[in-house]
């Protein structure tokens, strides 16, 4: 008897907490997960201003464009024409309140100035160099570190002014890597400059104070065919990438032993992109998998989020506010996406005498 009033019971609470868990939402109380923003073309790479202040690349029309966002319905577009024609802007970054990209057709370094929209042009040394990934170390002089993909180069730019400035290459060595068809860069510091070498399965570390015309670029092979692509250094600094070919994210220890841990990705053939570290999070795009995701790096848990088909997700980038805002490139939408990222769905308890 006393059993049965047990399960009674249990099943009473189970009933209520059913009915608690399975109340409707009302939508308009509930703020969505993802918002998307349509543009005008296919954006590539982002990056964050303030919250609800983003910046991207339009590669393909020859364009920088900026989002301003104020509510989930009241936003604004506006677009800057790069002077050069099909340069194709590629990647960007913000400091000390301007815009530096790479144009990856124009061979050029390009800034623009929001408060006039004015864009100065620099253009590369090396003719031909396909600049790709781009970083900032922001000052008086500003220092601009890029990478060369055709030009299996780093270079640096140091503006002083728009009419006082010079740029600096530095060659890997074609012996050891040719074609490295270098992508990605980071900036830790000015003297500990991170970058990404898919063409020869890489990831490196360049010193600019230890550089001299005969060294040899030590670069880390992170095995064959493996093509590191998106790079960020962490607090502790120490590199995370994305990489392509194994689908996965791998965290790489300049120690002695220079050890990596990989992180596989749930899906095949995601092809993880772009990466970011924010909140205690390593936050990624899925290219292929159309996928925007978050690793855990104490337990190693992924979580990740299904967008459309076809919005072929690229570039991404995290505000202060924990939102991260991702390039859609195949469906030419900016896309953020906001805490609590999930919504949990509870399954009603069932118990059987």
Request: charged content about 10%; overall charge negative; proline content about 8%.
């Amino acid at each position: 008897m006393k059993r049965h009033l047990i399960l009674i019971a249990i099943v009473l609470f189970a009933m209520a907490l059913t009915v608690v868990l399975a109340t409707p939402i009302v939508a308009d109380t509930v703020p969505p997960l993802l918002v998307e923003y349509p543009v005008p073309g296919s954006p590539h790479y982002v990056v964050v201003e303030s919250p609800g202040h983003v910046w991207f690349t339009l590669p393909s029309q020859n364009m920088i464009g900026r989002l301003i966002v104020t509510s989930t319905t009241e936003y604004q577009v506006i677009t800057y024409t790069v002077p050069t024609g099909g340069s194709q802007p590629y990647d960007l970054v913000y400091a000390d309140g301007v815009i530096w990209f790479t144009e990856y057709l124009g061979n050029k370094i390009g800034r623009l100035d929001p408060a006039t929209g004015t864009t100065n042009e620099f253009t590369i040394t090396t003719s031909g160099s396909h600049p790709t990934g781009i970083d900032v170390v922001p000052g008086s002089p500003t220092q601009v570190w890029f990478t060369e993909q055709n030009g299996n180069k780093l270079g640096q730019l140091v503006v002083t002014s728009t009419m006082d400035y010079t740029f600096a290459e530095y060659l890997l060595s074609p012996t050891s890597y040719p074609n490295a068809q270098l992508q990605d860069i980071y900036v830790q510091n000015s003297d500990s400059i991170w970058f990404t070498a898919p063409g020869v399965n890489s990831i490196g570390n360049f010193l600019p104070s230890a550089w001299n015309p005969t060294n040899a670029f030590a670069l880390q092979d992170m095995g064959g065919g493996s093509q590191p692509w998106a790079i960020k250094v962490d607090a502790d600094g120490y590199p995370w990438f994305t990489e392509h070919i194994g689908n996965r994210i791998g965290h790489f220890f300049p120690t002695t032993l220079q050890t990596t841990d990989w992180y596989t990705l749930p899906f095949a053939n995601s092809v993880p992109y772009d990466l970011a570290i924010a909140q205690g999070l390593i936050w990624f795009t899925e290219r292929d998998g159309n996928r925007i995701g978050q690793l855990q790096p104490e337990t190693g848990i992924m979580r990740e989020f299904g967008l459309a088909a076809g919005s072929t997700p690229s570039g991404l980038a995290v505000d202060g506010t924990g939102c991260a805002w991702v390039a859609e490139n195949g469906s030419r939408k900016i896309a953020s996406w906001c805490p609590p990222y999930f919504r949990f769905v509870y399954l009603p308890l069932i118990l059987r005498n």
